[in-house]
């Protein structure tokens, strides 16, 4: 009977080549730890939503077309983020929907500020005292 030797079949990728999104073959990378801004702003989001609430502000304030009222709700910024520079101004915020947020965050920063600063000096009642 006749022995058969093996066939090396060539293939396309080297040796020293490997699969960089491959789960068994990638490194495993520490998350960063939380920055300062971050800290401050999950510090800052407790004492708004308890505020907001005391003075009855569960829905969006901007109420434009397509607005989606009390659903998916967030904060916006009078400022852009980057351009954040203190505490205070981390606690200027609206609470839009995430359509009328969008719509406010496509706006240049000028128009942004102006749009956040209007619904802030509109509301009926101060949401800062309880701050």
């Known amino acids: 009977m006749l022995k058969r030797s093996p066939i090396k079949k060539k293939s396309s990728l080297k040796k020293s080549s490997t699969l960089k999104?491959?789960?068994?073959?990638?490194?495993?990378?520490?998350?960063?730890?939380?920055?300062?801004?971050?800290?401050?702003?999950?510090?800052?989001?407790?004492?708004?939503?308890?505020?907001?609430?005391?003075?009855?502000?569960?829905?969006?304030?901007?109420?434009?077309?397509?607005?989606?009222?009390?659903?998916?709700?967030?904060?916006?910024?009078?400022?852009?983020?980057?351009?954040?520079?203190?505490?205070s101004e981390l606690l200027e915020v609206g609470l839009l929907c995430i359509s009328c947020h969008t719509y406010a965050e496509s706006l240049p920063k000028e128009e942004m500020y102006i749009l956040i600063t209007d619904i802030i000096k509109n509301r009926s009642e101060d949401v800062t005292k309880y701050l």
């Open 21 to 87: 999104n491959s789960s068994p073959l990638r490194q495993k990378t520490r998350i960063k730890a939380k920055g300062k801004k971050t800290k401050e702003w999950e510090e800052a989001r407790k004492l708004l939503t308890k505020a907001f609430e005391k003075c009855n502000i569960t829905s969006c304030e901007l109420k434009r077309e397509g607005c989606t009222g009390s659903y998916f709700t967030t904060w916006a910024h009078s400022k852009k983020r980057r351009y954040i520079n203190s505490y």
